[in-house]
């Protein structure tokens, strides 16, 4: 047994089995008190023990002092953001030491020519996740990080799980997830508003910086899991997650409809036969299950169906069931030009003949009148010169 005594007197007493070294027992403290090991300095007879010290080597009592973290300048804060930033572990570990506070950020940075665009809420957390440090993350955790910790790039912000998520870091966003990061949390990815999931599905590129979506990776179905998992919410709905661009349906942050705009069909199927599945299935024929169907599978289809992606239609058909035309008003009225639409007359409209012809044998109703000028799935396939949708529709 080991018995380790603090300032005040207390004794801590810990098995040695186990224990490799003074780090290991550091380690074994900080899960048991939790103390980051960066700030604890383990005694004998007065003299400061190095991490690698055996515990063999050991007697059986020492004594524990914790530090206060040390008073660090602008200059030294940056210092560590930008060792974060750069996956340089040794030189975080050794600031770590001093010890300084791994959540300080910089009252105002402009002007100070270290690391990555400056900015006053950035966390040297934020920049290892960003660029996927996973050991940098791991040991920034383990000197009690906020796992929340803000961060930015050029174009784009917010807390670490959200940009681990969209640059497709899945060991980060093990870690943190594993840390108890927020799985609601929000960014802002250019312009758009995001959170966990959907940064996941959409993918953004912070090194392109090109500024738009490009999609799953091929570690966003693992992402995608462990969120889900940990708890967060497919069927949530955040206000700040609705479009806000007045005139198209390009960008809806709800996971479902995120999934449904870009074509990603696997990732669909996994919202849906999971956490989804799951929510229609104990609410079905329920106020819940008609809201469900009404603020997530409703606006999916009208997605789907204007961008022309038959497998995910068929897919949402089988969730959404006999509603279909209840997809009318399914997109935010203020916030989209065509809040009225279906999917049968979103299909019409842009010539997608197949997609028209299984919403058809879905029993969608082709005479569903959309929008206060009485248009129709007919009238608009007609005015817009598409032949074959004319046929499938007269013949329904």
């Not at 007879?45 to 055996?54: M, Q, S, V």
């Not at 660090?72 to 210092?79: G, Y």
């Not at 799985?183 to 996941?200: K, L, Y």
Request: charged share 20%; net charge negative; hydrophobic share 45%.
């Amino acid at each position: 047994m080991l018995h380790i005594w603090t300032v005040s007197g207390e004794e801590v007493v810990i098995e040695k089995d186990g224990l490799s070294d003074v780090r290991a027992v550091k380690q074994h403290l900080q899960r048991k008190r939790a103390l980051s090991r960066f700030r604890v300095r383990l005694l004998q007879d007065g003299r400061d023990l190095h991490d690698d010290c055996a515990v063999v080597a050991l007697p059986d009592g020492l004594q524990m002092v914790v530090l206060p973290f040390s008073e660090a300048s602008d200059e030294q804060v940056l210092e560590f953001i930008s060792a974060a930033g750069d996956g340089n572990l040794a030189s975080v570990g050794e600031i770590l030491k001093r010890p300084q506070d791994p959540n300080r950020v910089v009252a105002d940075i402009r002007g100070f020519p270290f690391g990555r665009p400056p900015h006053h809420s950035q966390t040297a957390l934020a920049a290892a996740s960003d660029e996927g440090y996973v050991e940098v993350v791991r040991m920034l955790l383990e000197a009690s990080a906020n796992p929340d910790g803000y961060g930015v790039g050029r174009d784009y912000e917010g807390p670490s799980l959200v940009l681990a998520a969209g640059s497709g870091h899945i060991e980060v966003v093990r870690l943190l997830v594993d840390a108890r990061a927020l799985t609601e949390a929000v960014s802002n990815f250019w312009g758009t508003v995001v959170d966990p999931i959907v940064a996941t599905i959409q993918g953004h590129d912070p090194v392109g910086n090109t500024g738009r979506p490009h999609g799953p990776g091929a570690n966003s179905m693992g992402m995608v899991q462990i969120l889900l998992e940990a708890g967060a919410d497919p069927a949530s709905i955040t206000p700040a997650l609705v479009p806000h661009n007045p005139a198209s349906v390009d960008h809806d942050a709800r996971p479902l409809v995120a999934a449904s705009q870009g074509g990603h069909l696997e990732v669909a199927r996994l919202l849906l036969e999971s956490s989804l599945a799951g929510y229609v299935s104990a609410t079905q024929g329920s106020a819940n299950s008609e809201h469900m169907q009404r603020r997530h599978l409703a606006p999916a289809l009208v997605a789907a169906s204007s961008r022309g992606y038959v497998e995910m239609i068929r897919l949402l058909v089988q969730f959404m069931g006999s509603a279909l035309d209840d997809c009318r008003h399914a997109m935010p009225k203020a916030r989209t030009a065509v809040p009225w639409t279906t999917p049968l007359f979103c299909a019409s409209r842009f010539g997608h003949v197949g997609i028209v012809s299984l919403l058809l044998g879905a029993r969608a109703d082709p005479d569903t009148v959309c929008g206060d000028d009485g248009l129709t799935a007919l009238s608009v396939a007609a005015g817009d010169g598409h032949v074959e949708i004319v046929r499938l529709l007269l013949g329904s």
